[in-house]
Nanobody, 124 residues
Framework: QVQVMESGGGSVQAGGSLRLSCVLS????????MGWFRQTPEKRRERVAT????????SYGDSVKGRFTISQDRPKNTLYLQMNNLKPEDTGMYYC?????????????????WGQGTQVTVSS
């Protein structure tokens, strides 16, 4: 059974930083896509960043490029999202997700396995 658990959210002022973590369990050691997504207060879901676990190919949403970094610790089966220079528009519920890789870009996948989310609030 695949389980996904995020942590690391919180409240910060604009310009601050946070690091989100996501522990994956029950996932076989196959190539997989992993990603961070967020739901804004307006209920809009956005792709934040994705990572191909074996190829280390990353992609980012336009609004976070240059500020956020996705990375992984493969022995720990953990995904990270380093968020710098946070802005109020980054406020939202952040979700970690994973899917087995079947070719193509991880940015285009429909992900099957999701965590419960962790809240990030950025004040101006």
């Amino acid at each position: 059974q695949v389980q996904v658990m995020e942590s690391g959210g919180g409240s910060v002022q604009a310009g601050g930083s946070l690091r989100l973590s996501c522990v994956l369990s029950g996932v076989t050691d196959r190539n997989k896509c992993m990603g961070w997504f967020r739901q804004t207060p307006e209920k809009r879901r956005e792709r934040v960043a994705t990572l191909n676990a074996h190829g280390y190919v990353t992609s980012y949403g336009d609004s976070v490029k240059g500020r956020f970094t996705i990375s992984q610790d493969r022995p720990k089966n953990t995904l990270y999202l380093q968020m710098n220079n946070l802005k109020p528009e980054d406020t939202g519920m952040y979700y970690c997700a994973t899917e087995y890789y079947r070719g193509g870009s991880c940015a285009q996948y429909d992900y099957s396995y999701w965590g419960q989310g962790t809240q990030v609030t950025v004040s101006s």
